[in-house]
C-alpha cells in the first residue's frame, strides 16, 4: 500500500471522527464514497457505491409487480433488525427524490420498525442504478429482473407492467431481450389483459411464429 495514501486515509478519518453531528458525519462520509467511486475502476457496478440518504427522500415506484405476504415482510423485518442491511436499495435520483428501482420492501422495513429506523438515523442504503437505465422503460426492465431473479412478481402487476412498455413503444423483442420473458408469456399476458390490438404489429406475430413454428 502506497504510504502516502495510508497517511492521508488516516488524517481524514481523523477529520471525519471530529463530527459530532450525526447528519454531518454521514454526509462527509457520503462525499468521499461518491469522490473514491469516481477514481474506482469498478464505478461501472453500482454496488460500488452506497450511500446513506435520508429516509424522506427515499420513494416506491407505481408499478413494482412485487408482493410480499405478511409472514414474509416480518421476516423481512426481523432479517434487518438482527443482521443489518446487508443489501442497498437500488434507487433513480429525481430532481427532489430517490426512486425507488428494486428494494421497496427493504424500504418499507424501516417505516415499519422503530428499532430499524434508530439504527439508520433515518437513513437508508441507496446504490444507484445506471446512468444509460435511467429512462422509465429501462427502469421497469430493471425492478422485473430483480424480482424474478428472486423468483417473486405478481402476475396482475406484471400484465400491467407489460402493456405500459408496450404503450412507451418497446416492442415485444425488446420485452423479450431485457425482461426475460419468452413470447409465450407475453401472449398469456395479452390473453390476460385483453390487448390484443397492442400486440397486434408484425414484429410480434412472426417472431413468435419462429419460436412456435
Not at 92 to 105: A, L, Q
Request: glycine share 6%; proline share 4%; with cysteine.
Amino acid at each position: 500500500m502506497n504510504e502516502a495514501i495510508t497517511q492521508k486515509a488516516k488524517e481524514l478519518c481523523a477529520l471525519i471522527s471530529g463530527i459530532s453531528d450525526i447528519d454531518e458525519k454521514i454526509d462527509a462520509l457520503n462525499y468521499v464514497r461518491a469522490e473514491l467511486h469516481e477514481v474506482s475502476p469498478l464505478r461501472h457496478h453500482p454496488v460500488d457505491f452506497v450511500a446513506w440518504e435520508k429516509s424522506e427522500k427515499v420513494e416506491g415506484n407505481d408499478y413494482n409487480p412485487n408482493s410480499v405476504a405478511p409472514p414474509e415482510m416480518a421476516l423481512l423485518i426481523t432479517s434487518i433488525e438482527e443482521d443489518g442491511y446487508t443489501m442497498p436499495i437500488v434507487g433513480n435520483p429525481e430532481e427532489d427524490t430517490i426512486r425507488i428501482v428494486d428494494g421497496f420492501h427493504r424500504r418499507q422495513s424501516e417505516r415499519k420498525s422503530k428499532k430499524i429506523r434508530e439504527s439508520t438515523f433515518g437513513r437508508l442504503p441507496l446504490s444507484f442504478i445506471r446512468e444509460g437505465n435511467r429512462e422509465l422503460d429501462n427502469r421497469m426492465a430493471s425492478t422485473i429482473r430483480h424480482n424474478r431473479a428472486r423468483g417473486s412478481h405478481d402476475i396482475d402487476l406484471m400484465s400491467n407492467i407489460v402493456k405500459e412498455l408496450i404503450l412507451l413503444g418497446r416492442k415485444e423483442t425488446w420485452i423479450k431481450k431485457h425482461i426475460g420473458m419468452d413470447m409465450d408469456e407475453i401472449l398469456r399476458l395479452k390473453q390476460l389483459t385483453g390487448i390484443a390490438s397492442l400486440f397486434a404489429d408484425n414484429e410480434f406475430s412472426q417472431a413468435w411464429e419462429v419460436e412456435n413454428g
